[in-house]
């Protein structure tokens, strides 16, 4: 087992498919020379070219919608949007082009693409640049997504989502590509739609995914030791499909349910898990669900702001308390 | 828009080319007069845009590729469909919404698609297939191929992003492209002189440089037809692109709920265009060439039309969808947990 | 136009009723308001009115049938009108007698074992009264089909109402520590830990009250709700643990009621009419102290103590075939002579079940007195959401010793069962040594 970054993680893992499947290639803004706006693709392009490791123009709709007819012709595009908030530009190329071509075709073209990148905010980047994508991707049928959490994660996933014969969404993390894991060597697949229990608990279910995972596993740490609260933390992984099984099993265990998430709470991935919850495991909960997601404003960029809007370890330990009974 | 420069001398093209050309764009002018008289009767709902009038735009550049080609239109696809291999039928029964139409019902008018042929669609968001053909040209460098990609779309396309995006890439790139702007003067109600600041639309592709842009008279088959061999040659020889205006007009509306003339294009200048029916000025140049006579035409028409009411009896006896393919074809790998969960109350 | 005439649902939780007997027959002209039959529910008899007029154009049912709630039982309408869509629509009653029926409707005659207890109460303290059959336990939550212990619904948690349904626990008798009294996981785990019997007590809902007389003044407490303290919450919390549902403790004391008894003479010899018993004066002197120590008259509700504005005493009244707890209602305002007449009237109703529900709930403190039956003492079980339960013992000559010297008086032992997260110890003893105070020097009573 190898102790890497989440950057080195999706290095590793777009190296391997490459070399693994010639039809793979990756296509981006400063993907290429600049071995990547956030290192992602470091010496990918010394080793495979410029055919398969392109450069492109500022042009978000363009170069997706290049890729998606990249792979009606057969190829493995991966799409790199250096962030999420610029492929709002591309939306289009997504939704109405990867994500419908292989049903409006009757099954004839299927889109084998990925788009990736890193969504969510970061540190005082502001109202534009600190957007959590998740539901705009989530909410489409035709389309797969991906919010790994852990280098190891993120390494399985990837792998996944480029062999996957259906456009995938991977949404990364900013302040996730410096994290540090331990990642098994050897070939290492994680399925997508598969949530993860990254702590087992018998008192209290917290569901999320990214980097509110970490939140959520330091929120358990404070539960047990300051309230003798044993939560479980499970690790969606995936947001379509979303694993609901995995959530409900854990919800029947323990009684009680916090979602959180990162992204705005109006329509946000949160409220779908919480329907799903009540509408599964009603007899099972001792209490409402507690949801805890990001304030309902734009990213204010001061830091002193921007640290009251994201969920923190404490939000997390008051709904908690919340459902415990315990405030 | 000149027509002095149209080639006297057919008989180099051979009978056999002429003849199938006049065929096709026969086939294409009976199957989209078939199809309006079954939207009028009901068969055929949601959007329709005809082709008539345009017909030798579509022939004349499909005749010039190979079957390995690949050909993009916008949503205006059924002719370019049927020209390029389409059965009339599998599309009739599309149009209909029928198990046996191509996409199985699922897409539609503007969503005609047959991988084996190579006819990539048929799309819906005006200018959205640009940077989509752009990418078919990438893997075709990508593998070292020679194959071409033909892309067809309306005027209005040259005033939208994805049109800069994708001439960009492709000139920047070299990428084995021909775009076709089928410039039939109006953008659904709107005349393109109203809205674009340049509408000589040739000069649009100068801007990028190593593409080749020409103007060519789009209601003529051999004109199309020499134009878009030149541009296949120029890119399986050369690895340029090519940008190609052709004029043409429509004799229809936009589509069967806009009619052909009164509102934004007077009945006049829709009659002075039919005077200009490709069609009837190809036929007069072959026979004026002996090389085609009125037997020889009277078995094409027939046998256009005999098709076009064999497609729509093909489409009425083919069974509607059953409704399990509700969930078909949303994904081709498996999708976890599958796709009805959160389906209560039906 | 044509009505229906239904079996109505005239109590909370009544699921059928008999149709004791009709008041009217086929062919009769009423008008809104006419008293078309009687009908016995699980409490009380009461009648059914018409609610048009027209002619009576049939009756379903006959004298005795037993029928569900909502069943249609007869058509009024005029003479010539077409019924038979109506009657082919309707649900059918059923007219089987149901097994309950097997109790009588008109109790015995009320014994007078002792000349001076006019009104013979005889509660019962470890019995339930009849309870409402347990709903059938179904994996989808349904609405509260339970007897409810306020006028709203019982808030439970799924999980929690899943595990009380499992173990035959009532959710009516039970107090949630959750939100707003909601009761939790963790209650039920506690009921269950403790071996808490199925179906106690099964009365003392809250309601709107309805006066019978008008009390006198103005009101001398006030509704409070005080929230609970940090000791409150430990010693609530931990009782629960131990106990059950309600923590009960018990306290005894041993009251002479010389003096009261002499009073209660000398007021009976200058009374015209009406007598007054040794009840009444229990429930005046119980009233008043209530009036001194508003802490016993109150109520658990979760997260906080609810005091009421009103004293309102509950009278356990024996049945044959179980308990009765007439209210009545604003005690410390009203007269010896209003609450002897008022309780006669609501004890002699309650043993034929003619009460309404009103009548029957909300009693902030109830009296259940078996000294008639020659017992000395007994600890009772507290009708929640009250807080405690005054149980009287018989009151018999014993020999007492005052001033050194043995001499015999006319002594009574009475039990107050408390419930410990709203009333402790030496608060309870408070109570019963004014109690005792009052009785002992009936004086105390105007002072």
Request: proline fraction near 6%; aromatic fraction near 6%; charge should be negative.
């Amino acid at each position: 087992m190898a102790v890497i970054t989440y950057r080195e993680a999706l290095n590793r893992a777009l190296r391997e498919e490459m070399e693994r499947d010639g039809s793979v290639f990756l296509i981006g803004e400063e993907v290429g020379e600049y071995d990547g706006a956030y290192k992602v693709s470091k010496g990918l392009l010394d080793t495979f070219g410029e055919w398969r490791v392109r450069d492109t123009p500022i042009a978000e709709n363009g170069f997706a919608g290049l890729g998606v007819g990249a792979a009606m012709a057969g190829l493995r595009p991966v799409v790199e949007f250096m962030t999420w908030n610029f492929a709002l530009l591309a939306y289009d190329a997504i939704v109405n082009s990867a994500a419908k071509l292989l049903f409006m075709s009757g099954g004839q073209f299927n889109i084998p693409i990925v788009f990736r990148g890193p969504g969510g905010a970061a540190l005082q980047l502001s109202a534009q640049h600190s957007q959590v994508p998740d539901p705009w991707y989530a909410n489409i049928p035709g389309i797969k997504v991906c919010v790994p959490a852990t280098p190891a994660d993120a390494l399985g996933l990837l792998k996944s989502a480029i062999r996957d014969a259906d456009p995938v969404v991977f949404i990364e993390g900013e302040l996730l590509y410096n994290m540090k894991g331990e990642v098994p060597d050897g070939e290492h697949l994680v399925p997508i739609g598969l949530a993860d229990i990254k702590r087992i608990g018998e008192d209290v279910t917290i569901v999320a995914h990214s980097r509110m995972v970490h939140v959520a596993l330091a929120a358990a740490e404070k539960l047990a030791s300051e309230y003798e609260v044993e939560a479980e933390v499970v690790d969606l992984r995936s947001l379509r499909p979303l694993d609901t099984d995995s959530v409900i099993a854990s919800v029947r265990k323990t009684n009680r349910a916090v979602v959180v998430q990162e992204g705005w709470p109006v329509s946000g991935i949160g409220a779908q898990i919480v329907d799903d919850i009540q509408r599964e495991a009603f007899d099972d909960l001792d209490a409402p669900v507690a949801r805890v997601s990001g304030l309902d404003v734009p990213m204010h960029y001061a830091r002193s702001i921007e640290k009251l809007i994201v969920p923190s370890v404490d939000h997390v330990v008051n709904a908690v308390k919340h459902v415990c009974y315990l405030d | 828009m000149e027509r002095d420069n149209q080639i006297d001398d057919l008989a180099a093209y051979g009978r056999e080319l002429l003849h199938d050309m006049l065929s096709s764009m026969l086939l294409a002018r009976r199957f989209e007069e078939k199809v309006a008289e079954s939207y009028q009767m009901g068969r055929i709902g949601g959007f329709c845009h005809l082709y008539i009038g345009q017909e030798a735009v579509a022939v004349g550049s499909i005749r010039a590729l190979r079957s390995d080609d690949y050909v993009f239109t916008a949503y205006r696809d059924h002719a370019q469909a049927i020209v390029r291999g389409m059965k009339p039928g599998s599309v009739m029964a599309e149009l209909f919404g029928r198990v046996d139409g191509s996409s199985g019902g699922a897409g539609g008018s503007m969503h005609m698609f047959d991988a084996d042929v190579r006819f990539m669609g048929g799309h819906g968001i005006v200018g959205t297939h640009l940077p989509l053909a752009a990418g078919v040209g990438y893997a075709i460098r990508y593998r070292g191929g020679d194959q071409v990609v033909v892309c067809f779309f309306g005027d209005s396309v040259v005033n939208g992003g994805p049109f800069h995006e994708a001439f960009n890439m492709v000139a920047k790139w070299g990428l084995p492209v021909v775009y076709i702007v089928e410039n039939n003067s109006y953008g659904m109600g709107t005349a393109t002189d109203r809205v674009a600041s340049v509408d000589n639309l040739v000069t649009r592709g100068h801007a990028y440089e190593g593409m080749h842009s020409e103007q060519v008279d789009g209601q003529d088959v051999i004109a199309m037809y020499d134009s878009v061999t030149r541009a296949a040659d120029r890119a399986r020889d050369e690895g340029r692109p090519t940008f190609i205006e052709a004029i043409t007009y429509r004799y229809h509306g936009h589509s069967m709920s806009d009619p052909a003339h009164g509102t934004y294009r007077t009945k006049e200048e829709v009659q002075r265009e039919r005077k200009n029916d490709p069609i009837a000025t190809f036929c007069d140049r072959l026979t004026s060439q002996g090389l085609m006579s009125s037997e020889d035409y009277d078995r094409l028409d027939k046998a256009a039309i005999a098709a076009s009411e064999d497609a729509a009896e093909f489409a009425e006896n083919s069974p509607v969808p059953d409704p399990a393919v509700i969930y078909e074809n949303v994904y081709q790998d498996e999708f976890r947990g599958g796709l009805d969960r959160r389906d209560a109350w039906r | 136009m044509a009505t229906k005439i239904v079996m109505a649902q005239l109590s909370p939780t009544m699921e059928e009723g008999k149709l004791v007997e009709w008041k009217v027959k086929e062919g009769d002209q009423v008008e809104a308001g006419d008293i078309l039959a009687e009908v016995e529910t699980d409490k009380a008899n009461m009648d059914i009115e018409a609610l048009h007029g027209g002619v009576i154009r049939a009756l379903l049912v006959a004298d005795g049938d037993v029928v569900a709630v909502g069943a249609l039982i007869g058509v009024i309408a005029d003479a010539d009108e077409d019924i038979s869509a109506l009657l082919e629509s309707a649900p059918q009653p059923s007219s089987a007698p149901a097994a309950e029926d097997a109790a009588p409707v008109q109790p015995e005659a009320p014994s007078e074992p002792v000349p001076s207890e006019p009104a013979p109460v005889e509660p019962a303290p470890a019995e339930p009264a009849p309870a409402e059959p347990a709903p059938a336990p179904t994996d989808a939550p349904t609405t509260n089909v339970q007897t409810p212990r306020t006028s709203e619904r019982i808030k439970v948690s799924p999980v929690a109402r899943r595990m009380a349904q499992a173990a035959g626990l009532d959710l009516a008798v039970m107090s949630g520590t959750g939100p707003g009294g909601r009761i939790i996981k963790g209650d039920v785990e506690a009921a269950i830990a403790t071996g808490a019997t199925p179906a106690a007590v099964a009365t003392g809902t809250a309601a709107d009250a309805a006066r019978a007389m008008a009390p006198v003044g103005t009101p001398r407490l006030e509704d409070q709700r005080i929230e609970l303290s940090m000791m409150r919450k430990a010693i609530a919390k931990r009782l629960v643990q131990s106990i059950g549902p309600i923590p009960h403790f018990f306290l005894t004391t041993e009251i002479d009621m010389e003096r009261a008894l002499d009073m209660r003479k000398s007021l009976n010899d200058r009374l015209s009419e009406g007598k007054v018993g040794v009840n009444d004066l229990l429930i005046k002197v119980v009233a008043e102290a209530l009036t001194r120590h508003p802490e016993i008259n109150a109520s658990f509700e979760g997260d906080a103590i609810r005091r009421h504005g009103s004293v309102d005493i509950g009278i356990a009244v024996a049945l044959p075939d179980g308990l009765i707890t007439p209210v009545l209602r604003d005690a410390d305002r009203k007269g010896l002579l209003q609450i002897s007449v008022e309780s006669a009237d609501l004890v002699a109703r309650g043993r034929i079940r003619r009460l309404t529900p009103e009548e029957y709930q909300g009693a902030t403190f109830t009296i259940s007195n078996l000294g008639m039956m020659d017992i000395d003492e007994f600890t009772a079980i507290i009708n929640p959401p009250e807080a405690a339960i005054l149980a009287i013992g018989q009151t018999v000559e014993k020999p007492v010793v005052e001033d050194g010297e043995v001499v015999v008086r006319r002594r009574m032992r009475v039990t107050m069962s408390c419930d410990h997260r709203v009333i402790d110890g030496a608060m309870g003893a408070a109570f019963l040594q004014t109690l005792r105070a009052m009785l002992e020097n009936p004086l105390e009573l105007v002072s």
